[in-house]
């Protein structure tokens, strides 16, 4: 049998305990920067950090799934 664990926090957090090449998948619903309703947690997002934590902590070929807001485009401009 295989060993597996779900890890569920901040990804901004929650990437950096882990080591390098040590994942097999990484989801993350990371925050969209559109303040939904006004909430602060849904601000700007440090995208480029957590995307480069989730490349660092993959394995080779392993699986990266997100969540994105139509509205982020206005985040890469």
């Known amino acids: ?7 569920q926090g ?4 929650a990437l950096q305990e ?4 040590s994942a ?7 925050p969209y920067g559109i303040l939904f309703m006004g909430k602060e947690w849904d601000g700007d997002a440090p995208l480029v950090h957590i995307f ?7 394995k ?3 699986a990266f799934v ?3 807001s ?5 985040l890469w401009r």
Not at 70 to 74: H, I, K, S
């Open 70 to 74: 139509t509205r982020l485009d206005r």
């Open 60 to 62: 080779s070929g392993a």
């Open 1 to 7: 049998m295989t060993d597996w664990r779900i890890i």
């Open 18 to 21: 882990l080591e390098d090449c």
């Open 10 to 13: 901040d990804s901004a957090e």
């Open 24 to 30: 097999d998948m990484v989801a993350t619903d990371v």
């Open 66 to 68: 997100t969540t994105m």
């Open 52 to 58: 480069t934590q989730c490349l660092r902590v993959l």
